[in-house]
């Protein structure tokens, strides 16, 4: 009886706030009667512990904007143009790339909108999958379970904020400095999130606001580069031409994962659809929060690009590597500005300094979503070690799952250690890529589906066909491109071979369904 209450819960996803909480008051006491008697959830946790919302539902249309911006807004903008450039050669097509993934962004914000509405409630894709692919049972969590746990880490801003540091000291450093620096931030993040959850929340907000201020800094210095202002010789030469050196090999994979470091610049825009349960009347929170992040973002973003690219060289920036936006002020404002950004307090307008609290704010907020996803996992009884009841749990406080956050730390922790230094930060951006398209693939997919075979859920929000084709259509390319051979042989992470994320995604993938 206890199991059928339990059930019936978690179906009743196509409710309004008002209904939830009728649902809620109308099965109160039965649903205690039952989790006396024994635990009903998959994950070992009565109805009450599985409920529970930590510190409830406490985000506003303002917070969860800033989770949106502050996880978007990481280590891309200061380190993805300048592999970007190098990958399509040349500034048009890198700027076009862009463009191209604010609207597939859009796209792709507008389809989880439409699921978000119909199922406001924590999980993310794992809830989505779960409502259109029911058979096989369980293909949907173990899919998303392969991607979320083995592969949903937060290593690439820890070797941003290490490789940085290691920068700012003008020393040569050995590959387990960046290592043990990279390892601290990851293991500081989650003590924070884990220990002291409201704290962390506080952090995340003032960071997101920072990294907002700064990035208006480099956007507004870009444009006072390019009225001529400046010592900068000729901000407009990079836009004469711009096309100029552009890839054009037919079986080129590099517009494709130039494609996925852009995408994945973009990336957090569906953040606030895992922490639902957290959300003060989530429909409304969802459908306002949404489009505003992303559009601060996008704006943001292409406005930084113009002005990276007014005050250097081609030639420089495709140099650079992760460090362009610590180019970019060198220029702008001297050499002292590179090294001085991470001294001392006068500090806080330097590249460094910017790039390493963007890296190290991105980290605090993909982390703060990523635990609750795996919490949410746990409920749902994926096989993990020591039983599910401690990793769905709130332990120890009560207020945040500190044991979701270890599942998180781990990946983490691997990937940091495990490849060369020289390419560790574009390999882990490809890493993340992949299986993230694929997700994205059957999600998109899945709307198609779902108006077919239940037209008649109640939809807060329904995003236009032909934008959720243009955004399945994408994601096709960018699945099956990666196959293809590079033109030169050597994919963006010499010497690791061009097809080498792929092969891990496939690995841990077999891993997962293996074990389930």
Not at 126 to 143: D, I, S
Not at 380 to 408: M, T
Request: charged residues 15%.
């Amino acid at each position: 009886m206890s199991r059928i209450v339990w059930s019936r819960f978690r179906k009743s996803d196509n409710v309004t706030d008002g209904e939830e909480t009728r649902i809620e008051h109308s099965t109160e006491r039965p649903i205690r009667e039952a989790s006396r008697v024994e635990n009903v959830g998959p994950g070992g946790l009565s109805f009450e512990e599985n409920a529970a919302g930590g510190l409830g539902r406490h985000l506003g249309v303002t917070s969860c904007t800033l989770l949106i911006v502050g996880r978007i807004i990481g280590t891309g903008i200061f380190s993805t143009p300048s592999s970007i450039l190098s990958g399509v050669g040349s500034v048009g097509a890198s700027l076009m790339l862009w463009v191209l993934g604010f609207m597939l962004s859009f796209c792709g914000l507008f389809i989880w909108l439409e699921f978000g509405t119909m199922y406001p409630r924590s999980g993310g894709e794992k809830v989505y999958l779960e409502a259109v692919y029911q058979k096989p049972k369980f293909l949907a969590t173990v899919v998303f379970a392969a991607n979320a746990i083995l592969l949903g880490f937060t290593a690439n801003g820890c070797i941003l904020f290490a490789s940085n540091i290691v920068v700012s000291t003008g020393r040569v450093a050995t590959v387990w400095t960046e290592r043990g620096i990279a390892l601290g931030v990851i293991f500081f993040v989650t003590i924070l999130h884990g220990l002291t959850s409201r704290t962390g929340v506080l952090v995340m907000n003032v960071l997101t606001i920072f990294k907002i201020v700064i990035l208006l800094f480099v956007v507004v210095t870009g444009w006072v580069v390019l009225s001529g202002k400046t010592h900068i010789a000729d901000p407009h030469a990079n836009f004469r031409d711009a096309f100029a050196g552009s890839s054009h090999s037919s079986n080129d994979t590099q517009y494709a994962t130039a494609t996925f470091k852009v995408l994945n610049a973009y990336t957090g825009w569906s953040n606030v659809n895992y922490v639902l349960n957290n959300v003060r009347n989530p429909v409304r929170t969802l459908k306002i929060a949404g489009p505003l992040g992303l559009g601060i973002c996008a704006a943001l973003y292409l406005l930084a690009n113009i002005a990276y690219f007014s005050a250097a060289s081609k030639a420089e920036i495709d140099a650079s590597g992760v460090t362009v936006a610590a180019l970019f002020f060198k220029n702008v404002f001297g050499s002292a500005a590179e090294r001085f950004a991470c001294y001392s307090r006068p500090s806080f307008v330097g590249p460094l300094c910017y790039t390493n609290i963007s890296a190290l704010g991105n980290v605090i907020t993909i982390t703060f979503a990523a635990s609750r996803i795996n919490q949410e996992l746990a409920k749902e009884g994926i096989p993990l070690p020591f039983g599910n009841k401690f990793w769905a749990s709130n332990w120890p406080a009560g207020k945040s799952p500190l044991p979701g956050l270890i599942i998180h730390l781990i990946p983490s922790v691997i990937v940091i250690i495990t490849p060369p230094m020289n390419v560790a930060y574009p390999f882990v951006l490809d890493v993340e890529g992949y299986p993230q398209q694929i997700i994205n693939f059957l999600i998109a997919v899945g709307l198609f589906l779902l108006r077919w075979k239940k037209p008649h859920i109640h939809r807060p929000f329904k995003v236009w066909w032909p934008l959720a084709a243009f955004y399945l259509a994408a994601a096709v390319f960018l699945l099956v491109a990666p196959f293809l051979r590079p033109a030169n042989g050597v994919g963006d992470t010499p010497p690791l071979p061009y097809y080498v994320y792929v092969a891990i995604f496939l690995a841990c993938f077999e891993v997962d369904t293996g074990r389930n």
